[in-house]
C-alpha cells in the first residue's frame, strides 16, 4: 500500500518540469528532489519516497537518454502515465537583458526543444544536469552574461527574471512522464483502457523481430511505442521497449504476448496501468468522420 502523504522523488532541482509534473499529478503532496535517476529509484525502493515521476520522451526531443537502459533495473513498476505541456522560459539575473545574455545553461533536452531560439540570437549553449539547477547556478553567478532555460517556477524560486517567454520552437511541446511506484498496479479490464510497458530481447535467428511482432499485427494490437538499444559491449544483443494498447488479460493481447514469447527471450512486463485522458484524446481527434 502507498502511503498517500509520501514525497514523490523525481530528478532534478526544485522548480524543473519534473517537479511540476508531481505537483500537477498530485496536488498538495510533497516532492523530492534527487541528482540522478538512480538515486530518484533508490528513494522510492528504500522507503524515502512512495513514487517516482520519470521523464520518458519529449514530442521535440524524442527520448530521455538513458532512461530506457534504467527502468528494467529499478526494482520498481510503471503504475500510470502524464502528459506534460513543457513551456521554456528564459531566464537571467536582475538586470541583465537580451544584449548582455552570451550563453544559456540548461538541460540537454530543453537545449533542444529551443534550438531555433538560440541560434536565431547567437546564443551559446552549455548542457547542465536540469533546467532547475540551471537556473539556481545563474541566480548564484549573478552574471548578466550567464542565462537558464528553464520553468516559470524556477523563476519565482531562484530570483530571476523572465527576459523570454514560452521559446520553445514547438507550438505543443509536451513530455511524458512515467509514474513509478514499488507495487504493480494490475488494474482490472473493466477499469478502462490500459497501456502495457514490456522490454524483451530477440533470439539470434534470421527475421526474428518480424516473427515476434508478427502477433500483434495478426491479432489487431496497436503498438504505440517501439525501440532499441544495444546492452552489450559486443554490440549483438539489442532489447527493445515497447508500449501496446490493451491489457494483457484480453485475449488478443494475451495471444499477441504468447507469440512473443515464442520468437524472443526476457519478456519483462514493466506495468499495466490506465491510459492518459491526453492519449485518448489525441487519438479522438485524429479520427476522420466518414
Known amino acids: ?15 524543473a518540469n519534473s517537479d511540476m509534473a508531481c505537483h500537477a499529478v498530485f496536488p498538495g503532496r510533497a516532492s523530492l528532489p534527487c541528482r540522478t535517476f538512480e538515486e530518484t529509484f533508490e528513494a522510492v525502493y528504500s522507503g524515502r519516497a ?10 521535440s526531443a524524442g527520448r530521455v537518454a538513458d532512461i530506457h537502459h534504467l527502468l528494467p533495473e529499478s526494482g520498481l513498476h510503471i503504475i500510470g502515465e502524464y502528459f506534460h505541456p513543457v513551456r521554456h522560459q ?7 537583458s537580451l544584449e548582455t545574455l552570451k550563453a544559456v545553461r540548461s538541460h540537454e533536452q530543453a537545449v533542444a526543444q529551443c534550438k531555433r531560439f538560440l541560434r536565431q540570437r547567437g546564443l551559446q549553449s552549455l548542457i547542465h544536469a536540469d533546467t532547475a539547477a540551471a537556473a539556481r547556478e545563474v541566480a548564484e553567478l549573478n552574471d548578466p552574461s550567464q542565462g537558464a532555460i528553464a520553468s516559470a517556477l524556477a523563476a519565482e524560486i531562484y530570483d530571476l527574471d523572465i527576459l523570454a517567454t514560452d521559446i520553445e520552437d514547438a507550438e505543443q511541446n509536451t513530455t511524458r512522464f512515467l509514474v513509478m511506484a514499488p507495487e504493480p498496479l494490475d488494474p482490472e479490464m473493466s477499469d478502462g483502457p490500459a497501456i502495457t510497458t514490456f522490454v524483451f530481447r530477440v533470439r539470434s535467428v534470421p527475421a526474428a523481430l518480424y516473427k515476434a511482432l508478427g502477433g500483434f499485427a495478426t491479432n489487431g494490437v496497436n503498438i504505440t511505442k517501439l525501440e532499441s538499444y544495444i546492452i552489450d559491449s559486443a554490440f549483438t544483443v539489442a532489447q527493445f521497449y515497447a508500449d501496446i494498447e490493451g491489457h494483457p488479460e484480453d485475449r488478443l493481447v494475451r495471444l499477441a504476448l504468447e507469440e512473443l514469447g515464442f520468437f524472443s527471450r526476457e519478456v519483462k512486463i514493466l506495468g499495466v496501468y490506465p491510459a492518459s485522458p491526453f492519449r485518448l484524446e489525441k487519438e479522438k481527434a485524429l479520427r476522420v468522420p466518414c
Open 90 to 96: 528564459l531566464l537571467a539575473p536582475k538586470g541583465a
Open 1 to 15: 500500500m502507498i502511503d498517500a502523504n509520501s514525497p514523490i522523488a523525481f530528478q532534478g532541482a526544485a522548480g
Open 50 to 59: 512512495g513514487l517516482a515521476m520519470i521523464p520518458i520522451e519529449n514530442s
